[in-house]
């Protein structure tokens, strides 16, 4: 299974990056997905996860109002809208598929089996 993130790049504080991430995992609608970014130095942080549904989502409080998280089952790609970005949502941002089938949105690492190479994104001040 392979997931490939792409979207990232280098945009001003206030702008907007739209990330993508298209997997080869087979029943692909039955699993949630999930964002995660980590920051030199600092641990893997949970962004945002959607359900396999796409009915239910969930953030980290600080990306709440700014960052969307969607998914368009038909083409197995899961997407992170990020807008009114911050220098300190700069970071490499990976994808990553669920361990379980049809469950709701986890913020939790080890609730993800499958992750890709990561995307980075830098935001300049």
């Known amino acids: 299974v392979q997931l490939q993130a792409s979207g990232g790049g280098l945009v001003q504080a206030g702008g907007s990056l739209r990330l993508s991430c298209v997997t080869s995992r087979r029943s692909f609608s039955s699993y949630g997905m999930g964002w995660f970014r980590q920051a030199p130095g600092k641990e893997r942080e949970f962004v945002a996860a959607i359900s396999w549904s796409g009915a239910t989502t969930t953030y980290v409080d600080s990306v709440k109002g700014r960052f969307t998280i969607s998914r368009d089952n038909a083409k197995n790609t899961v997407y992170l809208q990020m807008n009114s970005l911050k220098p300190e949502d700069a970071a490499v941002y990976y994808c990553?598929?669920?361990?379980?089938?049809?469950?709701?949105?986890?913020?939790?690492?080890?609730?993800?089996?499958?992750w890709g190479q990561g995307t980075q994104v830098t935001v300049s001040s």
């Open positions: 990553a598929s669920a361990l379980l089938p049809r469950r709701s949105p986890a913020s939790g690492a080890n609730d993800y089996y499958y």
